[in-house]
Nanobody, 122 residues
Framework: QVQLEESGGGLVQIGDSLTLSCTASGRTFGGYAFGWFREAPGREREFLAAIAWSVDTTWYSDSVKSRFAIYKDTAKNTVYLQMNNLKPEDTAVYFC???????????????WGQGTQVTVSS
């Protein structure tokens, strides 16, 4: 069973940077893709970025691609989301998710972590 554990959230100031980590366990991940999503109060879950496990392919939402970067360390079974120039509207619970094949659509991510809170204070 795939398990995902996020870490790295916290309270930061406007303009700060923060890197979230997602450590995966439970199997080998060839063919998988891992994504980062966020959910703010009163808003739908939003796709941010994704990365393929076995090849160097990434996907980004237009809303964050100039400030966020996704990368991986396959030796550590960990995917990261580096977030720069944080803004109050980035305040949300951030989730890591994984999918085994299928199109790059939220519905195909079948494995989810518990989330980590990021709060950007003004």
């Amino acid at each position: 069973q795939v398990q995902l554990e996020e870490s790295g959230g916290g309270l930061v100031q406007i303009g700060d940077s923060l890197t979230l980590s997602c450590t995966a366990s439970g199997r080998t991940f060839g063919g998988y893709a891992f994504g980062w999503f966020r959910e703010a109060p009163g808003r739908e879950r939003e796709f941010l970025a994704a990365i393929a496990w076995s090849v160097d392919t990434t996907w980004y939402s237009d809303s964050v691609k100039s400030r966020f970067a996704i990368y991986k360390d396959t030796a550590k079974n960990t995917v990261y989301l580096q977030m720069n120039n944080l803004k109050p509207e980035d305040t949300a619970v951030y989730f890591c998710a994984a999918k085994d094949g299928g199109p790059m659509m939220t519905a195909f991510f079948g494995y989810w972590g518990q989330g980590t809170q990021v709060t950007v204070s003004s």
